[in-house]
C-alpha cells in the first residue's frame, strides 16, 4: 500500500470538510477534527422522523440533514364550498349577478363542484310606463312593464261584426256573429234582422243578449216586412262584453231568420 504524504493543504482541505459537514469552526486542532468527525451522525444513528417536518401551506420543508428512514408529513384536508351567486338590484333594467365560493385552508383534490342557478325573471327585468301618443308600426316598449296610450281626440269607437248564421228553432237560439266589446263605455247599439216569410200571421222574434243573458223585458216581435233593423241607445259596456242577436220563428222548418249585422257605436 503506498503512503500518502499529509501536507498542511491537505489538512486544511480536511478540516473545511469537516466543518461543511458538522458545522465546526475552522481552523482546528487534528484532535478537533478527530471530535468532529466522530461527532457526524450517520446512518446507524437515531432517524430523524415526520416531526421534523415542517409544513406552511402547501409546502413540506424538510431540515438539513441525513434521514435514516423514509419520513412523510400529511397536509390538512381543506373542504371545498359550494358556488354561490347574488342577485343584484334592477338598474337600467340590468341586473348584476355576483358569484362567489369560500374555501377551507387545506389540499383540496380536483374535481367540480356546481352551484345553484339564480333565476331572474322577466318582469325583473322591465319597469316604468312608456307613453304611446303617436300611431305606426314598429313602436319599441322594450324594457318597460306599462304602455298608455293616449286616444284623447280620437273618433268614436265603433265595432262591426257580420255573419249569415241563421235558425228555423221555435225557441231563441243564437244567430249572427259575436261582438267583443274592445273599450269600455257608453253605447248606441244597432242591429238587423232578415225572416224568409213575410207573413204577419206567425211570430218572427229577435233579441239581444249580452255575456249569454237576455238584455231587456220583452223580445222584438214587431215586423212590418222581412227586415227588421233595431236600435238600443244609451247602453253601458264594459270591455271584454260579449254581445250577440238570438231569433226565432214559428213559421215552420222551410222558413229561416238571420241576423247580419251587429253593430256598436259610442254614444
Given at each position: 500500500?503506498?503512503?500518502?504524504?499529509?501536507?498542511?493543504?491537505?489538512?486544511?482541505?480536511?478540516?473545511?470538510?469537516?466543518?461543511?459537514?458538522?458545522?465546526?469552526?475552522?481552523?482546528?486542532?487534528?484532535?478537533?477534527?478527530?471530535?468532529?468527525?466522530?461527532?457526524?451522525?450517520?446512518?446507524?444513528?437515531?432517524?430523524?422522523?415526520?416531526?421534523?417536518?415542517?409544513?406552511?401551506?402547501?409546502?413540506?420543508?424538510?431540515?438539513?440533514?441525513?434521514?435514516?428512514?423514509?419520513?412523510?408529513?400529511?397536509?390538512?384536508?381543506?373542504?371545498?364550498?359550494?358556488?354561490?351567486?347574488?342577485?343584484?338590484?334592477?338598474?337600467?333594467?340590468?341586473?348584476?349577478?355576483?358569484?362567489?365560493?369560500?374555501?377551507?385552508?387545506?389540499?383540496?383534490?380536483?374535481?367540480?363542484?356546481?352551484?345553484?342557478?339564480?333565476?331572474?325573471?322577466?318582469?325583473?327585468?322591465?319597469?316604468?310606463?312608456?307613453?304611446?301618443?303617436?300611431?305606426?308600426?314598429?313602436?319599441?316598449?322594450?324594457?318597460?312593464?306599462?304602455?298608455?296610450?293616449?286616444?284623447?281626440?280620437?273618433?268614436?269607437?265603433?265595432?262591426?261584426?257580420?255573419?249569415?248564421?241563421?235558425?228555423?228553432?221555435?225557441?231563441?237560439?243564437?244567430i249572427g256573429a259575436e261582438l267583443t266589446v274592445s273599450k269600455t263605455g257608453t253605447y248606441d247599439i244597432y242591429y238587423s234582422c232578415f225572416r224568409t216569410n213575410t207573413s204577419a200571421s206567425y211570430t218572427w222574434a229577435t233579441r239581444l243578449y249580452i255575456n249569454g243573458a237576455a238584455y231587456g223585458t220583452a223580445e222584438n216581435?214587431?215586423?212590418?216586412?222581412?227586415?227588421?233593423?233595431?236600435?238600443?241607445?244609451?247602453?253601458?259596456?264594459?270591455?271584454?262584453?260579449?254581445?250577440?242577436?238570438?231569433?226565432?220563428?214559428?213559421?215552420?222548418?222551410?222558413?229561416?231568420?238571420?241576423?247580419?249585422?251587429?253593430?256598436?257605436?259610442?254614444?
Amino acid at each position: 500500500m503506498s503512503k500518502v504524504s499529509i501536507t498542511r493543504s491537505l489538512l486544511d482541505d480536511l478540516a473545511m470538510s469537516i466543518s461543511a459537514k458538522s458545522g465546526e469552526a475552522v481552523p482546528m486542532t487534528l484532535t478537533e477534527m478527530k471530535d468532529a468527525v466522530d461527532s457526524i451522525q450517520t446512518g446507524g444513528g437515531t432517524p430523524r422522523t415526520s416531526t421534523d417536518l415542517v409544513v406552511s401551506g402547501a409546502t413540506v420543508t424538510a431540515p438539513a440533514g441525513v434521514y435514516a428512514t423514509d419520513a412523510s408529513k400529511s397536509v390538512a384536508s381543506g373542504t371545498a364550498g359550494t358556488p354561490t351567486a347574488t342577485k343584484g338590484t334592477v338598474s337600467n333594467h340590468s341586473i348584476s349577478v355576483t358569484p362567489s365560493v369560500t374555501n377551507t385552508a387545506g389540499y383540496i383534490s380536483g374535481g367540480t363542484i356546481n352551484g345553484t342557478a339564480v333565476s331572474v325573471s322577466a318582469s325583473e327585468l322591465v319597469s316604468g310606463n312608456l307613453p304611446i301618443t303617436q300611431n305606426g308600426n314598429n313602436i319599441d316598449c322594450a324594457n318597460y312593464s306599462t304602455v298608455s296610450v293616449n286616444v284623447s281626440g280620437s273618433s268614436k269607437n265603433t265595432q262591426v261584426v257580420q255573419s249569415t248564421t241563421r235558425t228555423n228553432a221555435s225557441a231563441l237560439t243564437a244567430i249572427g256573429a259575436e261582438l267583443t266589446v274592445s273599450k269600455t263605455g257608453t253605447y248606441d247599439i244597432y242591429y238587423s234582422c232578415f225572416r224568409t216569410n213575410t207573413s204577419a200571421s206567425y211570430t218572427w222574434a229577435t233579441r239581444l243578449y249580452i255575456n249569454g243573458a237576455a238584455y231587456g223585458t220583452a223580445e222584438n216581435t214587431t215586423w212590418t216586412n222581412n227586415q227588421q233593423n233595431t236600435h238600443l241607445p244609451n247602453i253601458s259596456l264594459t270591455a271584454g262584453d260579449k254581445l250577440r242577436v238570438y231569433g226565432r220563428e214559428t213559421r215552420g222548418t222551410s222558413y229561416y231568420v238571420c241576423a247580419p249585422t251587429l253593430a256598436i257605436v259610442e254614444a
